[in-house]
């Protein structure tokens, strides 16, 4: 279905029943990233699922902020009549539920982070992140869409990736050109890192349950990830053996476990 909030549309996809589960995507993903993990879970959940500002079929909206994002994101809750969700995010999505999180605890149940940060803590990372982001926004307007995956494939983060199935290597890169060079480049302007606002103080007073998710082949954010373990007070951190960043991509099944075993509790 589609929702009109705030005069931005939005892709939205609910389906199953049990506790609601809402899953948000990384930058280059869609809402159907989490497919087949979602085909393993044992438990039953009302799921409900979003394209992001820029991605899928949302598409281009302009340079929607992460607390724009955000303020939709609640306001979608009540329209569905959801009370509380618990969340799940990757990457991008990770950032934007643990900053839906500190906005708006009281509609959040729990929160599942897999390969996610706060944000940066200095205000001088920040706009060296703002600078890297708009060489990248620049990038996809002036090359094109095509370009800048083959450049994207190849960045260290995603180097766990190239031992994946050709077949799930070709749905990846199908996924990633899905989009509109446009609404990629509006997400770095919008929600890229440098962009929103840093949670690392706030850490500390979010009492709901976290459960941080990590490659270990994923040196960046295990590190980011150890910090955030030692700042949060329910705390429950899985390290994924023979996984990079996108544990729910080169690890499905074991990815699948986790999410079950957190909300199942």
Known sequence: MDSNINGREYKVMRTGEGEPLLLLHGFTGTSGTFDEPLSYLSGSYDIVKVDLPGHGDTG?????????????????????????????????????????????????????????????????????????????????LRDGLDAFVDYWEQIPLFRTQDSLPEEKKREIRTERLSHQGQGLAESLSGMGTGH????????????????????????????????????????????????????????????AKIVDSFMLK
């Open 196 to 255: 929103q606002p840093s949670w690392w103080e706030q850490l500390t007073t979010l009492t709901i349950p976290v459960c941080l998710i990590t490659g270990a082949e994923d040196e960046k954010f295990k590190n980011i990830n150890k910090q955030m373990s030692e700042l949060l007070p329910k705390v429950h951190w899985e390290e994924v053996e023979g996984a990079g960043h996108a544990v729910h991509l080169e690890k499905p099944r074991i990815f």
């Open 60 to 140: 281009p909206l302009g340079a929607v902020s992460m607390e724009r994002f955000c303020r939709d994101l609640h306001e979608l809750l009540d329209r569905l009549e959801i009370e509380q969700v618990h969340l799940l995010g990757y990457s991008l999505g990770g950032r934007a539920a643990l900053s839906f999180a500190v906005l708006y605890p009281d509609k959040v149940k729990s929160i599942l982070l897999e390969s996610a940060s706060p944000g940066l803590a200095s205000t001088e990372e920040q706009l060296a992140r703002q600078a890297k982001d708009k060489a990248l926004a620049d990038m996809l």
